[in-house]
């Protein structure tokens, strides 16, 4: 039976456990370039023990980016600093993943903190904005963000297959070994997925076939350039949670079709199209780790999920169950870049340091006069009792 701490294999990439960090957009980028924070920032987490450790979203385009201070690699002179970032994940034990996106209608923003101050999205005539593009011309709220979307023509939207394959290829030559599609949280594929957003009456828009096209699409055009022997995943915005917006049970076909495209796995989320959200359980505990078994069973593909899945146990229980098969935190690891070692602990693992490079692990397993003066805290003895019941 699978568990939280072992190993996973996707086509010709293993990881050396079930845990992987969540892309997490941290605002810190010049010119679209990784510099110092994220060899630091990335670099504890893979040595904290994570086996698969993504940067935040990265965008294909500079209109692509959620802000003028995000990620992306759409030139040659943004690959020297991944190279530097996927070469520290590499050698701290684990693999380097990306995620590709494009925001579409939700970028041109200020960062999240000082929205307040000065309003959600900076105008195209601003020095830093841009124009932002969508399949229709529906902004997402007026009250946050008020400028007219700009609806891409076809030959802008095969302009930007081109541009997901050029990113896919140099980040390949930057060192990634896993690549994810961004088609959740209201960004570009999100929304031509969506009829909340996607009011076109071409072959892009109307049907679920119609609108799942960009997707399709965008799949091809970077399986035409990315290694077989690499894992392809996409994140998709599986439910908007309103009724006129995209569902889960449609979901299940478009996992389908990806999967004929050429899809290794799927990663769940929410679409993020509206604010007018029903019934959006996904704040509970562990929200989608059912709806991932649901997605598992029904197409026969690899799952992982995110939200709420910071607390060990429920982690490890969605794997041992075989309901998805990796486990993603965003902000408890964060909050802990050594979660997988606290959770190893948490859950009685025979050699908790044993998730870290090797280096480390021989300091803290070894000349230790106090066990609680490592920095660690001691399982409590009651906690202790209860895995050791639970082991027999």
Known sequence: MPNLFSPYTLKGVTLRNRIGMSPMTMYRSKDGKMDDFHMMYLGARAAGGFGLIYPEQIAISPEGRTTPHCAGLYED??????????????????????????TGRNGSEVKPWVANMLGRQLSPEHPEGWQVVGPSNVPYGFDK????????????????????????????????????????????????????????????????????????????????????HLPLTARLGADDFNPDGAKFEESIEVVRWMKDHGLDMIDLSMGGNTDNMEAAWFGEPASWVDRGAVMKQAVGLPVTVSWNLGVPQNADRAIREEKIDL???????????????????????????????????????????????????????????ELIASDD
Do not use: C
């Open 145 to 228: 963000r008020p400028y007219p979307v700009h609806e891409l023509s076809k030959d802008e939207i095969k302009a930007l297959y081109r541009k997901y394959a050029e990113t896919a290829r140099r980040a390949y030559e930057t060192g990634y070994e896993w690549l994810e599609m961004h088609f959740a949280h209201g960004y570009l594929g999100a929304s031509f997925y969506s009829p909340l957003a996607n009011k076109r009456t071409d072959e892009y828009g109307g049907s679920l076939e119609n609108r799942a096209r960009f997707l399709l699409e965008a799949i091809d055009a970077v399986r035409e350039v990315w290694p077989e």
């Open 77 to 102: 002179a943004q690959m020297e600093g991944h190279a530097r970032v996927t070469g520290m994940i590499k050698n701290m034990g684990s693999v380097a993943a990306i995620q590709l996106g494009h």
């Open 327 to 385: 486990v993603l935190l965003g902000r408890p690891a964060l909050a802990n870049p050594h979660w997988p070692v606290w959770a190893a602990r948490e859950l009685g693992h025979a050699d908790p340091f044993s998730l870290v490079p090797e280096d480390w692990s021989w300091w803290l397993s070894n000349f230790r006069g106090h066990d609680a003066s490592i920095g660690w805290p001691e399982v409590a003895p009651q906690k202790q009792a």
